[in-house]
């Protein structure tokens, strides 16, 4: 094969020994062109590592903020995309007297805005969408409206429900009012935790929740009537060490009280009727106010009977009178059913311990587990026994 490099024939001739002439710059740069080509790759094999180990170090650029991704997410998925592949949920809302129907996710954001305060830890946060999420999907996969009082809508933003901010407040009350990091923090879990819910055997869970414990939540059975095999009685020692309204106190006279607890027969009106002593005829009544109709009596004769595995009034004897925790509770007004009470000077003090019906998750206890560095799979596994973790995509398929 003919050789085109003339300098290796002129190089040939030259021996050791002989002296070598001093030739001209551009011979030089005739014998030094080629020789620069041969050492390229042999330069370029050498400084590639110290290329590649420069760039490693550099930072990523951050994504931007307008369409951030999610954890798992596929890079190339389009937010438009995602939301049609959403159920859409109805909401009634009880004040406007409207239906909103927004996608799932969205619904959950609202959820979480109206149930918990945005300072909670991101990963109670967390916790606390993936039980909304878990609530209302049941219902739509049960086709369950009960509880909803205009047709076309799947649930009401109650507590009979699930408290919801509406879309329309959360631009008025939180965007524009300066708590758009707030909104953003809730975004965020939500986004986190997209699509995933609870599960016991294959099928959503009632996901109760409630405020804060007294040190314990409740079996089911001991505050409804059902025992279900996901709400057992676990211990909440958080909420004692996080919640600052641990404990409330609430006073009633002991007319009120009776009255308020339908004993003696004091009518809801709060006056109780009596025989006329005179002046009126046989069988006429005449209403006299609460306090003129117990004045000199004893005060009311009250005995804790049981108690709950959460450590609630299970039972009480009140003037020889059953009730159950949850009755006084719930005709009393007061935060929980786990009580103490002391009386003096013809008033009863009822001291409450937590808020809530305790059965389900303590919200409070959830934000002590995630301080403590609990994730919100932690937390869900600890308030709800024996449950697995599935996505709504694969639910509403069913």
């Known amino acids: 094969m003919k050789d085109f490099r003339p300098w290796r024939r002129k190089a040939a001739r030259w021996r050791p020994g002989r002296r070598r ?24 094999a050498l400084l590639l590592p110290l290329t590649v180990v420069h760039l490693r170090h550099d930072p990523a650029p951050p994504a931007p903020p307008a369409a951030p991704q999610r954890t798992g997410a596929p890079a190339a998925r389009e937010p438009a995309a995602a939301e049609a592949a959403q159920p859409k949920v109805s909401v009634y809302l009880s004040r406007a007297r409207q239906i909103e129907t927004l996608p799932l996710e969205d619904y959950v954001t609202g959820v979480i805005a109206a149930e918990m305060p945005a300072d909670f830890e991101l990963e109670a946060l967390k916790a606390q969408a993936i039980a909304a999420r878990t609530f209302i999907v049941r219902r739509l996969r049960a086709g369950d409206r009960s509880g909803v009082p205009v047709p076309g809508a799947d649930v009401t933003d109650t507590v009979s429900h699930q408290a919801y901010v509406s879309s329309a407040v959360l631009e008025r009350d939180w965007t524009k009012a300066g708590r758009s990091a707030d909104l953003a ?9 997209r699509g995933i819910v609870m599960t016991y055997k294959g099928e959503p869970i009632t996901a109760s929740f409630f405020a804060s414990s007294g040190g314990f939540t409740e079996n089911s059975e001991d505050y409804w009537k059902a025992a279900v095999p996901y709400l057992r009685s676990v211990a909440s020692p958080w909420d004692r060490e996080v919640n600052p309204e641990l404990k409330a106190t609430a006073t009633f006279s002991v007319s009120e009280l009776r009255e308020k607890l339908g004993i003696d027969g004091i009518t809801a009106s709060g006056a109780r009727r009596v025989l006329a002593s005179s002046g009126g005829a046989a069988g006429k009544v005449k209403p006299l106010t609460a306090e003129r109709a117990y004045e000199g009596q004893p005060q009311p004769q009250m005995e804790v009977l049981s108690v709950t595995a959460g450590h609630r009034v299970k039972e ?27 009386m003096k000077n013809g008033e009863v003090a009822i001291t409450t311990y937590g808020n809530g019906h305790g059965v389900g998750m303590s919200q409070w206890g959830a934000n002590g587990m995630a301080k403590e560095g609990g994730t919100a799979t932690q937390i869900l596994k600890h308030y709800y026994s024996g449950i697995s973790f599935t996505q709504v995509s694969i639910l509403l398929k069913k």
């Open 185 to 193: 923090k809730l975004r965020r879990a939500v986004r986190e935790t």
């Open 316 to 342: 009480i004897s009140i003037d020889g009178r059953i009730f159950t925790g949850r009755e006084v509770r719930e005709r009393l007004g007061l935060r929980s059913s786990q009580f103490t009470w002391t």
């Open 21 to 44: 002439r001093n030739l001209p710059a551009r011979v030089w740069s005739r014998r030094l062109a080629p020789a620069a080509w041969l050492a390229a790759p042999l330069l370029a």
